[in-house]
């Protein structure tokens, strides 16, 4: 959703050049967009590309003592359709793994799924690996041929019977039954079975059109609303087209529109040889002429058909070219727009020499949010980053009061000067594709920016937690990390992570990575133990050490305090923050028994000049 105070319409275009190369460097006023046919103000071009998304991003899991932020861009969906019943099985693993490498380019703040037809789902995760091993595992399932004989009938011929087509029937009895001979009196058994073969093959062929769009309708449906650019990215053999099958796709064209969806459709080109017969043989369930079906699919959504054989590495290069480079762009609407069910867009630039690839359609913007809807908990449901509200999130694990569990704590750092309160912030944790723990909690300050925190009861372990935040103009930022809790130490003595903030009006600390110059810099961990004895001879030594360097430029002997439990000891300091210049810093803490190491636990945080 892009910051402007007019209405828009969010639209992907891919820009290429005569070798099929991204254009990057276009503005605004490159582009010409008609919305039904009426030419249309273009108010902002964003342009992704591989490079520029990572670096905004992270390009990798974020440091565990480094707060994880949401992207300047929202993230993007991409999720393969595998057509498995279009497959013939045993060529199918070097083609799945040339589509896996559009993986490469997907970030942290990404996610990404995968559809089995027929088969399992592999949900949205940012898990990239988790889904190329789902990939990996497809086989194909195209059945066998369906009658005992081997008839080579196109799908044209299949319908010239249908039609009782008697020239074309004819010709196909010739072909197809040349070596039959029956004693005298006996009837050809050929040309029923072969009438008989047509109509197998229409219905099966019917059936599987169907059941292929209903469930692309129902994905799109599904994705619809998600955030960011979405991507389906479809690999089958193939599918019939025809005037009574085009309700099907008039209704993906339809769903597809309002989820805002990009299409690419991959036919993959297999032998259509029967290796134990050794000869062609015709099959409903896919082939070099139903690649109509795939074409029509893209052409009808404004997205992209490609024929890929072999292992299709050169044609994943394409597809992946496109989904990671693209422009989104902001084009004005007018009131009218809204009374639309749909609009049709088109795209052009005027730099010749360029190809520009667009939806055909798209739906008019939602209006405002309605009174009583809720939006935390939609947005708390996005598996990818969203940015219109900058979030920042850190994660701690400390022994807290519960024998049985540790206390996960989840530490919020949002908005600016100019994002407007209230605000509510929410998030969850996941354990594989389970919420296993959820907060919520209202930020009362009008203006921004907001600092937080609220804790979780969790086991040991390694999860994700997403965080969520809608200011009081219906402002979002979404995003997600790794969540390791656990202790740190020896069987003897354990130490918790180190938590650094400032004290709110309460005296309570809140955890922050950005600390105004000349406030009190408070820092805390736990220290655990069922030996009394030795939990009062463990010291903790705490040094700040400034980015770049290796000296520490403060170090402090942290005091020791007692809780309601005499197996946890309060490990705490506050340090002054006046004599340290604006920059990032590491807080390093040591704890020592007998003047013995027993670790370190660090966290890194940021000095900034007072406004």
């Known amino acids: 959703m892009f910051r402007t105070g007019i209405d828009v319409l969010t639209v992907e275009a891919s820009v290429l050049d005569g070798n099929g190369q991204p254009v990057g460097d276009?503005?605004?006023r490159d582009f010409i967009v008609t919305v039904d046919g009426t030419p249309r103000v273009v108010r902002a071009a964003r342009f992704y590309d591989n490079g520029g998304i990572?670096?905004?991003?992270?390009?990798?899991e974020a440091p565990a003592t480094a707060p994880v932020t949401n992207a300047a861009d929202d993230g993007r969906i991409v999720v393969f359709v595998v057509d498995r019943d279009s497959i013939a099985p045993g060529g199918e693993k070097a083609i799945l793994e040339s589509a896996s490498s559009l993986l490469d380019g997907l970030g942290p703040a990404d996610a990404s799924g995968v559809l089995e037809l027929p088969g399992s789902a592999t949900d949205l995760t940012r898990d990239h690996q988790r889904v190329r091993t789902a990939l990996m595992r497809i086989t194909g399932s195209r059945p066998p041929t369906m009658r005992s004989r081997d008839y080579n009938i196109s799908w044209d011929e299949a319908l010239a019977y249908e039609r009782r087509d008697a020239m074309t029937i004819e010709r196909v009895v010739e072909r197809e039954?040349?070596?039959v001979r029956q004693p005298p009196g006996l009837r050809n058994p050929c040309p029923p079975e072969l009438a008989l073969h047509a109509i197998e093959m229409l219905q099966a062929g019917r059936a599987r059109t169907q059941a292929v769009m209903a469930n692309l309708s129902s994905l799109a449906k599904q994705l619809e609303p998600l955030r960011g650019p979405k991507q389906i990215v479809l690999l089958s053999s193939g599918f019939p087209f025809g005037q009574d099958l085009l309700p099907f796709y008039n209704q993906f064209e339809k769903q597809a529109a309002a989820a805002q969806i990009v299409f690419y459709a991959v036919h993959l080109d297999q032998p259509g040889t029967d290796v134990s017969a050794r000869k062609t043989v015709s099959s409903a369930f896919g082939g070099s002429e139903f690649a109509s079906g795939l074409g029509n699919a893209a052409a009808m959504t404004g997205g992209a058909f490609f024929m890929a054989s072999g292992n299709g590495a050169g044609i994943f290069q394409r597809v992946a070219s496109e989904i990671h480079n693209f422009y989104e762009l902001a084009v004005e609407i007018e009131p009218r727009d809204r009374g639309a069910e749909s609009l049709e867009i088109e795209v052009k630039v005027a730099r010749p020499g360029l190809r520009v690839r667009n939806r055909r359609r798209v739906v008019p913007p939602p209006r405002p949010v309605a009174a009583g809807a809720d939006q935390l908990s939609e947005m708390l449901q996005q598996p990818i980053d969203v940015a219109e509200v900058g979030v920042a999130v850190s994660a701690y694990t400390m022994r807290g009061d519960d024998p049985s569990t540790l206390r996960a704590i989840?530490?919020?750092?949002?908005?600016?000067?100019?994002?407007?309160?209230?605000?509510?912030?929410?998030?969850?944790?996941?354990?594989?594709g389970n919420v296993i723990a959820t907060g919520r909690q209202k930020l009362e300050a009008r203006t921004g920016p907001w600092t937080a925190a609220m804790s979780a009861k969790l086991l040991p372990g390694n999860y994700r937690v997403r965080t969520a935040i809608v200011d009081g103009s219906n402002r979002a930022g979404v995003v997600e990390r790794a969540l390791v809790v656990g202790l740190r130490g020896t069987p003897q003595i354990q130490f918790s992570d180190l938590l650094v903030g400032v004290a709110d009006a309460n005296g309570r600390l809140q955890p922050s990575s950005r600390v105004a110059r000349g406030a009190p810099l408070s820092a805390l961990m736990e220290v655990v133990s069922g030996e009394e004895s030795a939990l009062a001879r463990v010291k903790s030594i705490i040094e700040i050490v400034p980015g770049g360097s290796a000296t520490p430029v403060k170090r402090y002997v942290m005091g020791a305090r007692s809780g309601a439990l005499t197996a946890i000891v309060t490990h705490s300091v506050e340090i002054a923050t006046g004599d340290l210049n604006p920059g990032r810093y590491t807080a390093i803490a040591t704890p020592t028994l007998d003047d013995k190491e027993l670790?370190?636990?660090?966290?890194?945080?940021?000095?900034t000049a007072r406004p």
Not at 54 to 60: D, E, P, R
Not at 411 to 431: H, K, Y
């Open 599 to 607: 670790g370190k636990v660090t966290r890194i945080f940021e000095i």
């Open 410 to 432: 989840v530490g919020l750092e949002a908005g600016g000067p100019g994002s407007i309160g209230p605000a509510e912030w929410a998030f969850a944790v996941f354990s594989g």
């Open 177 to 179: 039954c040349p070596d």
């Open 54 to 60: 990572a670096s905004i991003t992270h390009s990798g």
């Open 26 to 28: 276009l503005a605004p």
